[in-house]
């Protein structure tokens, strides 16, 4: 996929649902394309709508199709943006979008598109950005493509590990259990391990870089028992600007029905500004249990975290 997007056209309309028309540059501000209708404070900010999608139309329909005639702000030429995935990011020279919606969905008869042009492609291979950096676009300008390439700090915390008097199993089995989920989703990732002792200080110098380069997600495995050096949850704790307890409280319930020492995990899991936090025990087989629970909804926690509508 090509890296450079060219801007063929640029298209406002007054009012929603109605075709848009060309002009000869565009502003971008925080909320979105000044004087169109779909401006506001809401994640279809920026509508845009690929040449690679209408020719493929205008086959099919047998007629031409003009800038702007499926509602699109921006007409693009170079990438299938439909393949395209929320968080990736476009820019073009100080200006910057952030991908937010794949599609939508269609109203059919009851929009004015479908009534003029007979079928509309925007619900399916349109897509929609809201505005990081505000700025004027015009036809010619060329949009570079940003994909969003997820951060992930993994740490395990053990005295014996650190002093290679045994080997960390349980780091390595959550990156490659992450390496597969995010494969399996074709998300691109980037994974950094780092094997400390049981050390507070450690441990908070690590989430201090983490949330200043703004991590998406950090797994801790390790410490979260009740010995005297189980002080992970407690470190993390106060990082966290919101707790998500369902998780690590259904976990240990559904363990604990067999196992009533996995009641005893004082795991926890929650929100320190954009970066997700859970702290898992130190053994392969928790780690097991944990991800098998975690990853299913690693995706909609991120779009909630990033105020995406995933409805």
Same mark, same amino acid.
């Given at each position: 996929m090509s890296d450079k997007v060219q801007i063929r056209s640029v298209n406002i309309s007054e009012k929603k649902g109605t075709i848009k028309h060309p002009v000869d540059s565009i502003r971008l501000t925080e909320t979105g394309v000044e004087c169109d209708a779909h401006s506001g404070a809401w994640n279809r900010q920026v509508s845009l709508l690929g040449m690679e999608s209408i020719r493929k139309f205008?086959?099919?329909?047998?007629?031409?199709? /003009?800038?702007?005639?499926?509602?699109?702000?921006?007409?693009?030429?170079?990438?299938?943006?439909? &393949? $395209? *995935?929320? @968080?990736?990011?476009?820019?073009?020279?100080?200006?910057?979008?952030?991908?937010?919606?794949?599609?939508?969905?269609?109203?059919?008869?009851?929009c004015a598109i479908f009534k003029e042009v007979g079928n509309c492609v925007m619900p399916k291979e349109g897509i929609f950005c809201r505005v990081v950096t505000p700025g004027?676009?015009?036809?010619?300008?060329?949009?570079?493509?940003?994909?969003?390439?997820?951060?992930?700090?993994?740490?395990?915390?053990?005295?014996?590990?650190?002093?290679?008097?045994?080997?960390?199993?349980?780091?390595?089995?959550?990156?490659?259990?992450?390496?597969?989920?995010?494969?399996? /989703?074709?998300?691109?990732?980037?994974?950094?391990?780092?094997?400390?002792?049981?050390?507070?200080? &450690? $441990? *908070?110098? @690590?989430?201090?870089?983490?949330r200043s380069e703004k991590t998406d997600l950090v797994i801790t495995t390790g410490g979260t028992g009740i010995g005297p050096k189980d002080f992970t949850p407690d470190v993390v704790k106060p990082y966290l600007d919101k707790d998500i307890p369902g998780?690590?409280?259904?976990?240990?319930?559904?363990?604990?029905?067999?196992?009533?020492?996995?009641?005893?995990?004082?795991?926890?899991?929650?929100?320190?500004?954009?970066?997700?936090?859970?702290?898992?025990?130190?053994?392969?087989?928790?780690?097991?249990?944990?991800m098998a629970e975690i990853t299913p909804t690693l995706l909609h926690l991120i779009s909630m975290l990033h105020g995406l509508d995933a409805h």
């Amino acid at each position: 996929m090509s890296d450079k997007v060219q801007i063929r056209s640029v298209n406002i309309s007054e009012k929603k649902g109605t075709i848009k028309h060309p002009v000869d540059s565009i502003r971008l501000t925080e909320t979105g394309v000044e004087c169109d209708a779909h401006s506001g404070a809401w994640n279809r900010q920026v509508s845009l709508l690929g040449m690679e999608s209408i020719r493929k139309f205008e086959q099919e329909a047998g007629r031409k199709v /003009l800038p702007g005639e499926f509602a699109e702000n921006i007409t693009t030429e170079g990438i299938e943006l439909w &393949k $395209l *995935r929320p @968080l990736d990011r476009f820019t073009c020279g100080n200006v910057e979008l952030e991908v937010t919606q794949i599609g939508k969905e269609c109203h059919g008869t009851s929009c004015a598109i479908f009534k003029e042009v007979g079928n509309c492609v925007m619900p399916k291979e349109g897509i929609f950005c809201r505005v990081v950096t505000p700025g004027i676009i015009k036809p010619g300008d060329e949009l570079a493509y940003h994909p969003k390439v997820f951060s992930i700090r993994v740490i395990t915390l053990s005295d014996r590990a650190s002093r290679g008097e045994y080997e960390d199993k349980s780091g390595p089995r959550i990156i490659e259990l992450l390496e597969h989920y995010f494969s399996i /989703l074709h998300l691109p990732s980037s994974i950094l391990h780092s094997l400390i002792p049981d050390d507070p200080e &450690k $441990l *908070r110098t @690590l989430l201090d870089q983490a949330r200043s380069e703004k991590t998406d997600l950090v797994i801790t495995t390790g410490g979260t028992g009740i010995g005297p050096k189980d002080f992970t949850p407690d470190v993390v704790k106060p990082y966290l600007d919101k707790d998500i307890p369902g998780i690590m409280e259904m976990i240990r319930m559904k363990y604990g029905a067999q196992k009533p020492q996995a009641l005893v995990s004082r795991s926890i899991a929650g929100v320190m500004q954009q970066t997700l936090v859970f702290t898992l025990p130190g053994s392969v087989k928790a780690v097991n249990e944990y991800m098998a629970e975690i990853t299913p909804t690693l995706l909609h926690l991120i779009s909630m975290l990033h105020g995406l509508d995933a409805h």
